[in-house]
């Protein structure tokens, strides 16, 4: 049985492929769920909180032909993993198809702008938690589920590379994320799973009010060497094309999809 209704095969199709996004609600995550059910994925759309816009987001896909269904779990806790992956199953067996999936995306993540002096013990284990603890046990719990020839795309940040005080907590836990990646793409490659991170820049969502202020993303454009700030469609074309057959010689990479920015 196919799991999406496009069964074109044209460049980018993911016709018969299974994806999950988390944090697929707003910003970045919803316009990856969109870009994926655009060419022929059925997604799994996971929020934390925001099961409307979650909804929105599949109705969305569904409008266009495409098939999507929501999935809520808190992945600021321990258990959120097992959540999430319960729901996967359960909503996958009520729809006839098998336990298995063809799409990571580790996009649900937390900021948090603090320099070190700042920063409450709580504050590092929750930002640690939702930015690298959660997608390693999602991966290493999804391990089982993933088909060969699957593929993990992380979402980081080019503030890994760029030196921003406040970002003290975050920085580091999108580093190790980055570095779970490269460890990841040699260790999956046996199977054809490829695992690569995507680093946005300053994007306009509601996450980022900067880049979303008319005025203030007019300064940060000036940091930017194609002289805008990114909106997420650019960010969730590249997660596609990882996504996709045309992607299959790209892992262990680390992507800037800033836009030039602070080179």
């Known amino acids: 049985m196919s799991a999406a209704l496009n069964v074109n095969a044209a460049p980018g199709s993911l016709a018969g492929k299974v994806a999950l996004v988390t944090g697929a609600s ?5 316009a990856i769920a969109l870009a994926l059910g655009r060419r022929g994925a059925f997604v799994a759309a996971h929020f934390g909180s925001a099961r409307e816009k979650a909804e929105q987001v599949a109705r969305e896909i569904a409008d266009a032909g495409g098939q999507a269904f ?9 258990d959120g993993v097992r959540v999430l992956l319960d729901g ?7 729809r006839g198809l098998p336990e298995a999936f063809d799409i990571l995306v580790n996009n649900a993540g937390e900021g948090l702008r603090a320099r070190i002096a700042e920063v409450q013990p709580d504050d590092y284990d929750r930002i640690m938690q939702v930015n ?15 088909r060969d020839g699957g593929r993990i795309v992380n979402i980081s940040s080019m503030g890994t590379r760029a030196a921003y005080p406040r970002m003290s ?5 999108k580093a190790g994320l980055e570095a779970l ?3 990841l793409a040699a260790e999956l490659g046996s199977r054809g799973i490829t695992v690569n991170a995507v680093l946005p820049g300053a994007t306009a969502t509601d996450l980022n009010r900067d ?3 008319p005025v203030a993303s007019v300064a940060i454009a ?3 060497a194609l002289g805008r700030v990114g909106q997420p469609d650019d960010v969730a074309d590249i997660v596609a094309f990882l996504a996709s057959h045309e992607g299959r010689w790209v892992t262990g990479q680390k992507i800037d999809a800033s836009g030039g920015q602070r080179l």
């Open 181 to 183: 990646t490269l460890v």
């Open 70 to 78: 929501v999935l809520g779990a808190d992945l600021a806790t321990t």
């Open 211 to 213: 880049a979303s202020d």
């Open 132 to 146: 690298l603890k959660t997608p390693f046990f999602l991966i290493q719990q999804s391990l089982a589920l993933l």
């Open 222 to 224: 000036q940091t930017v």
């Open 88 to 94: 996967l199953r359960a909503a996958l067996r009520e």
């Open 26 to 30: 707003r910003g970045i995550g919803r």
């Open 169 to 173: 907590v975050y920085a580091p836990a």
